[in-house]
């Protein structure tokens, strides 16, 4: 029987981002085959964290297709950007604090390419005047990810509702980034 790879990482995920110390085997029982099957694909649970990266950076720069970050206003992007987002929440929230995630040129070029894109929405907001241009895009970005790492968090928890997510997530970082009107 061929082992559907996608499948195995997207059951790692969903396991992983639930309980973050599951073990090699949890992953394999979750995923429905064998510890041996699995560690024929993955060598190991740093190799599987390394998949789980690629996966996590392909989801996020999907995400950030979908959002359209040019088009209209720079908070109606940064709405449409958590709106696309909230799929692989749970997986960014796992990598989010996985060590790993800062090893290896490859990955960090990836992660990279996203700071950029999500930064550069953020400079846009500051130059129309949307956002605060006492914070800086790369302050909004982090705090961006920190945010809907949070937001995965809780709604895994049950202590937010999933249909909330967005609007918490958006209300929350747009609601201190917005510049103030002078009065």
Not at 55 to 69: F, W
Not at 86 to 97: H, I, R
Request: hydrophobic share 50%.
């Amino acid at each position: 029987m061929a082992v559907d790879r996608d499948h195995v990482l997207r059951t790692a995920a969903a396991l992983l981002t639930r309980k973050s110390t599951a073990t090699m085997d949890e992953v394999a029982r979750a995923a429905g085959i064998s510890r041996a099957t699995l560690h024929r694909h993955f060598a190991g649970r740093d190799a599987l964290v390394r998949a789980l990266e690629a996966l996590g950076i392909a989801e996020c720069e999907a995400a950030l297709d979908a959002a359209r970050l040019d088009e209209g206003s720079a908070s109606d992007a940064v709405h449409r950007l958590v709106r696309a987002i909230e799929p692989a929440a749970g997986l960014l929230a796992f990598l989010y604090t996985e060590n790993q995630l800062f090893e290896g040129e490859e990955v960090d070029a990836g992660w990279n390419r996203i700071d950029e894109r999500v930064a550069a929405l953020f400079r846009r907001g500051q130059l129309s005047g949307e956002f605060r241009i006492d914070l800086t895009p790369a302050w909004l970005t982090e705090a961006l990810y920190g945010l809907l790492a949070s937001g995965a968090w809780a709604v895994a928890e049950g202590r937010v509702a999933s249909k909330d997510f967005t609007h918490m997530i958006v209300e929350l970082l747009l609601g201190g980034a917005r510049r103030r009107k002078e009065s």
